[in-house]
Every structure is written in C-alpha cells, then in structure tokens.
C-alpha cells in the first residue's frame, strides 16, 4: 500500500479527529479511504443513471398514453418481485 499525504485546513482536520474520536473509524487513512470508496459508488451510480438517461433519450416515442405506460411499469415491477 503507498502512502499519500494530504494538507487539511484546521476545521477539516478537527472534523477527521472527531470522527476518530467518536469512534467511527480507527485512523484518518480509514476515514479518507472510506469516503473514497463511497465516492467511488455514488460515481458509479450516477454514470449507471446517465446512461439509462440516454437509453431512454434514444428509445424513440412511445404511443401510449401516461396512464397506459405507468400500468405497464407497475406491471412489470410486479413480475420482478
């Protein structure tokens, strides 16, 4: 495992100590490497979004009224259960 180091201003410094203090994590490199993975899944998370965002951008218009297209979906969700 390398090493990084990082310069915080006082107030993020004493956040990171507090966490520490409270007990949540047993260092700052776990803080730091927690956030990073939660970093790392929001990311993932809004990518997997966009794209489906653009799936559906491209999926042409539906003829289906509103009403028959929320059926369909709550049909569907059912199914998936």
């Not at 006082?10 to 956040?15: I, T």
């Not at 990311?43 to 059926?71: H, M, P, Q, W, Y």
Request: one cysteine or more.
């Amino acid at each position: 495992m390398t090493s990084m180091n990082v310069s915080l201003p006082d107030q993020m410094k004493n956040w990171v100590e507090g966490k520490i203090d409270a007990g949540l994590y047993h260092n700052a490199s776990e803080y730091i490497r927690d956030l990073i993975r939660k970093d790392q899944a929001e990311t993932e998370k809004v990518l997997a979004f966009r794209a489906a965002i653009e799936i559906g951008r491209n999926s042409g218009i539906d003829e289906r009224c509103a009403d028959e297209i929320f059926a369909s979906a709550k049909a569907k969700a059912k199914k998936s259960k």
